[in-house]
């Protein structure tokens, strides 16, 4: 049986979590804003030919799909101070 953490411990978890979804908040944002330019670039200036947007779009989701788990996949929460607290007291709950 594990040790239970300390406050500190737990405090720093949870902060690394909100961390995390935070930056993947960030990673999707731009994701949006570069392919939407793509998107444009292509429908605008090369004329309709072959969409060659999917590369970036596809390479670079599967980039955004991984960041998404690795945020997403160990807990649950989101950006400041009370949302530090929040995971911090369901990672209390979780402990035995």
């Not at 993947?24 to 969409?51: D, E, S």
């Not at 955004?64 to 007291?89: Q, W």
């Amino acid at each position: 049986m594990e040790p239970r953490m300390s406050e500190e411990e737990v405090y720093q978890l949870a902060k690394k979590r909100v961390e995390a979804r935070r930056d993947f908040a960030i990673h999707l944002i731009v994701y949006v804003g570069v392919n939407a330019l793509l998107i444009c670039l292509w429908l605008f200036v090369t004329g309709r030919g072959f969409p060659w947007f999917i590369f970036p779009l596809g390479g670079w989701g599967i980039g955004l799909v991984a960041h998404y788990f690795i945020a997403y996949g160990s807990g649950r929460g989101a950006g400041n101070r009370a949302a530090i607290e929040k995971e911090a007291e369901k990672i209390r709950r979780e402990e035995p």
